[in-house]
């Protein structure tokens, strides 16, 4: 009998393969990796005050620990958080059972099962697992789920990565691996449509990946007074 072949490196199939394979290391390392980053607390208590209280907030590439949207989720929003991985969202389901998290790709939510589309997107490292020629592709999927005026918040590791790896994670498996500049984010965000407002970068913390981390911030336009009348019913 001959086995399946492998999937394309940086594919669903394959973000599939290596996060079912590593979900359960994962959770062990970062169940609570939040409580030691408060840079990175302050950022999404300020993208939830932004968007305001009952906003629907869509966790992209949530992973199987659920932290960034309990975070989201305290301070008033709507979170859903939304993983390729089966496994992923098992384990965010088991961890946070108040919350909602659901089986989808990042590059093509499906806004029918999800309800709509959204006031924001939090993208924490979900970009990592595929190649960077298709960033630009993942930035207008997140511009097409979001609602006029909506706001992305993107956090990515800083660096020129692009291919497959051993895990920096440990877990033993190869993955696809990707890093990124602070002028490729912002290029993808502009072309999608978005207003860039903040991109900033700071230093590893002691316990993390001995790498420089990127954050983006960004907007869409808000629907203009003579657009809305002339779609109103």
Not at 74 to 92: F, I, K, Q, W, Y
Request: proline residues 6%.
């Amino acid at each position: 009998m001959t086995s399946a072949p492998e999937p394309e490196p940086g594919s669903a199939a394959d973000v599939v393969r290596s996060w079912d394979a590593r979900a359960d290391h994962y959770l062990e390392l970062f169940r609570d990796e939040l409580e030691g980053k408060p840079h990175d607390l302050a950022l999404l208590a300020g993208f939830a005050r932004r968007i305001g209280p009952g906003g629907r907030v869509l966790d992209v590439g949530c992973g199987p620990c659920g932290h960034v949207a309990a975070a989201l989720d305290a301070h008033g929003l709507e979170v859903t958080g939304l993983d390729l991985s089966p496994r992923c969202v098992e384990l965010a389901r088991r961890e946070r059972p108040g919350l909602r998290f659901e089986l989808g790709d990042q590059r093509a939510p499906d806004l029918a099962a999800l309800g709509g589309r959204f006031d924001g997107i939090v993208s924490n490292y979900s970009l990592h697992d595929q190649p960077k020629a298709m960033l630009h592709g993942t930035f207008a999927a997140w511009a097409a789920a979001l609602r006029p005026g909506g706001r992305l918040l993107v956090v990515t590791k800083e660096g020129a990565a692009d291919g497959v790896a051993s895990d920096p994670l440990g877990s033993g498996i190869a993955v696809y691996w990707a890093e990124f500049r602070a002028e490729e984010l912002a290029a993808a965000a502009e072309a999608a449509g978005f207003t860039v407002e903040r991109l900033a970068d700071r230093a590893p913390y002691e316990q993390e990946i001995a790498s420089q981390r990127l954050y983006l911030e960004a907007s869409l336009p808000e629907k203009s007074g003579l657009d809305a009348s002339r779609r109103a019913p």
